[in-house]
Each structure stands twice: as structure tokens, then as C-alpha cells.
């Protein structure tokens, strides 16, 4: 039966106002008998569904506002206010209708995600037939095929084809990204034009676009500190009303004021602006290809004055490429390659998967090496023997470490290289240094303007951490305008200095890849890691993660974070002005029931629209890189 009433709540509303119009008909007409019967109707109808809200939250002993309305309907009745109690519960009503249509619209932005997910997939069979499967019958390994228009069901690899491929609903970056063979492809991107065949990794719940409608969703219903004391508040302050509008009867023996002021204080707008500007503010994110991981994190990012940078990955681009081979010795060039490469398969370190990729690149066959030992040693390099040759790849330190000696021309040749921006892996096989691998990384395009919108929003400071040479890292924060950096640091090392900047009273972001970096962003105040695609890691792990790679993501979540703050404190500000203009406006009897719910049920609605303003929210530093994407699109078409 409940149910029932709930499911025809709104057509319930509407037989009320259509009852109450019928009312002041009759009532223009002198039939005052035949208008409060329409009124006591009218009133009946409206208060069921608010009186069984009223019940409900008195069994788990809450003191609701459909209680206090449920109670000055009542007492309205028996005074034979019978226009007031129905014009209040009608007002009630079409106000909670309009408060959830404009709180579905606060949410729109996971509902869009919630529409893009694929349903269906097509198959590509072993004899080349097709067949079209439900979503849920797809498995790991097994080859689909996408077609210009269709949706990616799952998160794959592409074998065969190439596509232009618009990963919005991923990363929040509308210009679509060509791929082909060996690239991964993410679940919920759209196909634009070509053909690809993929094979399943993820399926389901496992894939990175449902992680990310599950986060939005668990960050959309957590709770800031505001939202949390706002709650207690509200249990003490709605009960505190009761007394009043008790004690105001016993002062004045004036019942319907007693009434009216039991209405008319309810904090709904008060309750409500808080959670509203949260749910926006984190769906906007969503939108943007921002997660922001809840209400508490939102109100933390925003007081954050120091940001923490990793350089490799998160300043750059993270793509770096090898740009010179200098040798020592008369070993040939290729053969040094080839050891190296082959001894840099055992590291997941970036700098070590290029030097892998330069030898595929050359066609090198790396299966032709034996590797017998090896070691990754965390912030230095590696050590392995290859088909008998004794391996040792990696930095200054390590070269130190394993007393191998370099010669003044190498250190010199080495800082040369570091000074043009590059970062220099020294070689040395069977204890002699023989060859300099020269690596370079291109800073982000979009870097300096994030940086600069950042600080013209209350960021005092800008450092960088790296485990890279000086004379790079210096480079690169000339470029920048950082203020200062720190190189050739180890992983336990950032976590120091975080701590030490957290000591010293900052309020840190720290972002890094959302790996290497893991232990420096889980010791900072607000974790942010920056990973395409949403690696597990650095989506279970950081507060705020950015799935386009992008600083001007970043730039957008702080600012966001700020306006959304900024938002809750002029929703609260709006609620607690009208209650008090509403209580003087009562006590100096210049208003009514009707009146009053009037204004509270449009106070409600004014806090929702304020709070829908932060879902059209753009950065200064968005809108610009827009327009330079918009410039580079026109070209492309033109």
C-alpha cells in the first residue's frame, strides 16, 4: 500500500491542486459549504503520502520535517483552517516534486555515463562470421569487432585495424585519439571512423569505465564535514522547533501562529544545500574526467596551498624516447643495445621499458638473449647477466655502488646531455663503462597554463621531486616556473619531504603516475595520480584521479573543489537568512501558512538551482586549451 501511494505521489499531488482550484471556484461562487468540503478533500489527499513519510521516520526515531507539516496540518484543520492546510500540503508536495526533478538534475551527469554503457557486442567467430551477444555473455579472450558509430563494450587490446576513437566518457577529453595495433581500448568509448578488431581483458564490473560509474556513485553519497554536522544539527534543531512553536502558543495563545511558525521554520533548504552542491560538484568531475573520490576530499583539496609534483609522467609527458647511443669502447653499437635491453625486460621503471622499445624498434630480437641473473634496484637501475656478460645499467649512484669508474670525458659528455633536457643512463658491461643511452621526455603541452591557473587560485607553492638528474630536473622547473625542486631522489626520500613540507604547516597535493609514486601520494593530504585509462592502482589508491593524463584536469578539480566549497557555504548562507526572515516575518504577524510554505518550498529550490550552476563549471584553463583543441580540429577538417 505504501508503495502504491509513493508510486502515485505525484498524481496525488496533482488531484490536490485541481481539487483546491475547484475549491476557490465554488467559493467565488458563494457556496462556501461545497468549498471547504473541496478543501478538506484536497487536504486528505496531499497529507498521505507526507503523514506515511512522517510515520516512517518516527519509527526509526527521526524527527522529520513531514512530521512538523503533518503536525500544522492537524492542528490547521482543527482550528478550521481549511485553506491553509490544504494550500500547505499541496505547496509541500509540488515543492518535494520540483526538488526532485532539479536534484535528478544535479545527477545527470553519472546518468549520462550510467546511458553510455554498451549492451550488446559482436563476436567475431574463427570461421569470420559475426554474431551479436548481450554484454553479459562476453568473456576474457574472446575477438570482437567495432564498426564506425558502435560503442567499445569492454576494456581490450586491439590486434587488427586502426580507429579514430572518442574516449570522453573515459577521460572527459573530446578530440578522439587514433589507435591500432597493440593499443588498449577502454569500455564506453565510441568508434568514429575505421575498423578494429580487439581481444577481451575486462569484462563487466571489471572494466575501467564501470569503476569509474561506481566511484562517482560511492563519491556522490558520501558526506563532507559540513553535510555530517549539518545532519546532527538538524536533529536537534527540528525537535527545538517543536518547543518553540509550544511555547510560542502558551505566550501568545495564538494557535495558528504557533502553527505557522512550526512550518515555516523547517530546516529543508538548510539540510539539503550542503549534499546538493556535493553531488554537482562531484559530477561535474565525472564529467570532466575528474574523480574526486567524496565530500571530505572535496573540502580538503580546496584548502590545499602546496603542490607536489613528480616530473616524469606528471610534468611530462611520460612517453619518453631514446635520442643517442654514445659508446666507449668498440663493442658494436647494437650488440650494447641488445644486452641492455635484454637485461631491461626484468624492470617495470620507464626509463628501462624505452631502451626496450628502441631495440624492438630496430627489430632486435631479444629472445636470441639469455638472462641467468638480475636485479631492478628501486631509484638507481638494474644489474643481470646476459649470455654471460656481466650487466650494469643505471645512474651515477649505482655506478658508485658497484665501483665502476667514470671518466672525465663520459661525466662530461653526460652533464652535456642532461643540461639539453635529457636524462643519462650510463652502461657498463663486465665493469667497464662503455656506452651513455641518452632518454628525453617532452614537458606537457598543457603544463604551464595549469600551473599559472592554479596559483591565481591560492596555491602559494610549487614543488618538484624526480629521480632524475639535476641538471634535467632544473630544466624542466626553469620552464615551468616551479619553485623549487629536488633531484635524484628515492622513493622513501619524497615521502620525507612531504612530510617535512606537512611539518611545517602546507596543506600538500601530491601527484604522481599513481605507482612509483604511491608512497609519497598516500602520505600527502590530498593523493593525486595521474593515469590513463584509470590503472587499478592509482583508481583504488589516490584521492583524485585524472583519466586523461592531463594538468588542466588537475587545474579543473581544484577549482572545482574551491567553487563547490565556495557553493555549500552560500547554500547554508541562503538557507539560514530566509529562516530567520521567515520567524521575525511570523512573530511580527505580517505572515501566513500559506505564505510561509511558499517561501520555504522556494528557498529549497533556490539552494538546488545555485547548486546546479557548478555542473556547466569551466576553468579559465579549460576554456583556453578548448579553444586551442577547437583551432586544431577546424585545421584537421579544413
Request: charged letters at 35%; zero cysteines.
Given at each position: 500500500m505504501t508503495e502504491r501511494i509513493h508510486h502515485h505521489k505525484n498524481h496525488m499531488t496533482l488531484l490536490s491542486g485541481l481539487i483546491i482550484a475547484a475549491a476557490f471556484i465554488a467559493k467565488a461562487f458563494k457556496m462556501a459549504e461545497w468549498s471547504n468540503v473541496l478543501l478538506i478533500a484536497a487536504t486528505v489527499i496531499a497529507v498521505i503520502p507526507i503523514a506515511i513519510k512522517a510515520w516512517q521516520a518516527i519509527r526509526m526515531r527521526v524527527f522529520s520535517i513531514e512530521l512538523l507539516v503533518t503536525m500544522a496540518v492537524i492542528g490547521a484543520v482543527f482550528i478550521h483552517e481549511y485553506t491553509e492546510s490544504a494550500v500547505v500540503t499541496f505547496l509541500f508536495l509540488f515543492g518535494d516534486y520540483l526538488e526532485v526533478r532539479t536534484l535528478q538534475k544535479t545527477r545527470s551527469s553519472l546518468k549520462e555515463l550510467v546511458d553510455m554503457a554498451p549492451q550488446e557486442a559482436t563476436l567475431l567467430r574463427e570461421d569470420g562470421t559475426r554474431q551479436n551477444f548481450s554484454i553479459d555473455d562476453v568473456q576474457e579472450g574472446h575477438r570482437l569487432v567495432v564498426l564506425p558509430g558502435g560503442k567499445i563494450p569492454v576494456d581490450g587490446v586491439i590486434v587488427q585495424g586502426h580507429a579514430s576513437i572518442n574516449e570522453a566518457a573515459i577521460t572527459g577529453e573530446s578530440r578522439p585519439i587514433n589507435k591500432a595495433n597493440d593499443d588498449h581500448v577502454y569500455s564506453g568509448s565510441i568508434l568514429d571512423t575505421g575498423?578494429?578488431?580487439?581481444?577481451?581483458?575486462?569484462?563487466?564490473?571489471?572494466?575501467?569505465?564501470?569503476?569509474?560509474?561506481?566511484?562517482?556513485?560511492?563519491?556522490?553519497?558520501?558526506?563532507?564535514?559540513?553535510?555530517?554536522?549539518?545532519?546532527?544539527?538538524?536533529?536537534?534543531?527540528?525537535p527545538a522547533v517543536t518547543l518553540l512553536s509550544v511555547l510560542v502558543y502558551i505566550m501568545?495563545?495564538?494557535?495558528?501562529?504557533a502553527i505557522t511558525f512550526l512550518v515555516i521554520a523547517c530546516p529543508g533548504a538548510l539540510v539539503i544545500g550542503a549534499p546538493v552542491s556535493n553531488v554537482a560538484g562531484i559530477g561535474n568531475g565525472a564529467k570532466n574526467g575528474v574523480l574526486i573520490k567524496g565530500g571530505d576530499i572535496m573540502g580538503n583539496f580546496a584548502?590545499?596551498?602546496?603542490?607536489v609534483f613528480d616530473k616524469t609522467g606528471t610534468l611530462t609527458k611520460g612517453k619518453p624516447e631514446v635520442t643517442d647511443l654514445h659508446t666507449f669502447t668498440f663493442m658494436p653499437t647494437d650488440k650494447i643495445l641488445g644486452l641492455v635491453a635484454k637485461a631491461e625486460t626484468i624492470s617495470e621503471h620507464h626509463l628501462g621499458q624505452t631502451i626496450v622499445k628502441e631495440a624492438e624498434r630496430k627489430g632486435m630480437d631479444l629472445n636470441s638473449y639469455t638472462i641467468s641473473e638480475s636485479e631492478a634496484i628501486k631509484g638507481h637501475g638494474i644489474t643481470a647477466t646476459v649470455d654471460g656478460y656481466s650487466i650494469v645499467a643505471g645512474n651515477r649512484k649505482l655506478m658508485n655502488t658497484e665501483r665502476i669508474e667514470i671518466s672525465s670525458d663520459a661525466a662530461q659528455y653526460a652533464v652535456n646531455r642532461e643540461k639539453a633536457g635529457n636524462t643519462s643512463i650510463f652502461i657498463a658491461i663486465d665493469n667497464h663503462l662503455v656506452a651513455i643511452i641518452s632518454i628525453a621526455d617532452q614537458v606537457r603541452d598543457d603544463a604551464k597554463v595549469a600551473l599559472e591557473d592554479m596559483r591565481a587560485n591560492g596555491i602559494k607553492r610549487i614543488v618538484m621531486l624526480t629521480g632524475d638528474n639535476r641538471h634535467t630536473a632544473r630544466a624542466v622547473a626553469k620552464q615551468l616556473g616551479?619553485?623549487?625542486?629536488?633531484?635524484?631522489?628515492?622513493?622513501?626520500?619524497?615521502?620525507?619531504?612531504?612530510?617535512?613540507?606537512?611539518?611545517?604547516?602546507?596543506?600538500?597535493a601530491m601527484a604522481g603516475d599513481g605507482i612509483n609514486d604511491a608512497p609519497a601520494i598516500a602520505t600527502a593530504d590530498i593523493g593525486l595520480a595521474m593515469g590513463e585509462g584509470g590503472t587499478d592502482v592509482s583508481m583504488e589508491t589516490a584521492d583524485v584521479v585524472l583519466m586523461a593524463d592531463k594538468l588542466s584536469q588537475y587545474a579543473h578539480a581544484y577549482s572545482l573543489s574551491k567553487a563547490t566549497i565556495r557553493n555549500m557555504h552560500q547554500n547554508i548562507t541562503i538557507a539560514l537568512a530566509v529562516v530567520v526572515i521567515l520567524i521575525l516575518g511570523v512573530?511580527?504577524?505580517?505572515?501566513?501558512l500559506a505564505g510561509g510554505m511558499f517561501i520555504h518550498e522556494g528557498s529549497v529550490l533556490v539552494v538546488i538551482l545555485n547548486a546546479m550552476r557548478l555542473i556547466g563549471f569551466k576553468t579559465k584553463a579549460s576554456q583556453k586549451l578548448n579553444k586551442q583543441n577547437h583551432k586544431v580540429r577546424e585545421s584537421y577538417v579544413s
Open positions: 575498423y578494429i578488431e580487439i581481444i577481451v581483458e575486462k569484462v563487466g564490473d571489471d572494466t575501467t569505465f564501470s569503476k569509474i560509474i561506481e566511484l562517482v556513485e560511492e563519491a556522490q553519497d558520501s558526506k563532507s564535514k559540513a553535510e555530517r554536522f549539518l545532519d546532527r544539527f538538524s536533529n536537534y534543531y527540528t501568545t495563545r495564538d494557535v495558528h501562529l584548502k590545499v596551498d602546496t603542490l616551479i619553485d623549487e625542486f629536488h633531484a635524484e631522489l628515492l622513493p622513501n626520500e619524497k615521502v620525507e619531504y612531504v612530510k617535512k613540507l606537512k611539518e611545517q604547516g602546507a596543506i600538500v512573530l511580527a504577524g505580517q505572515l501566513h
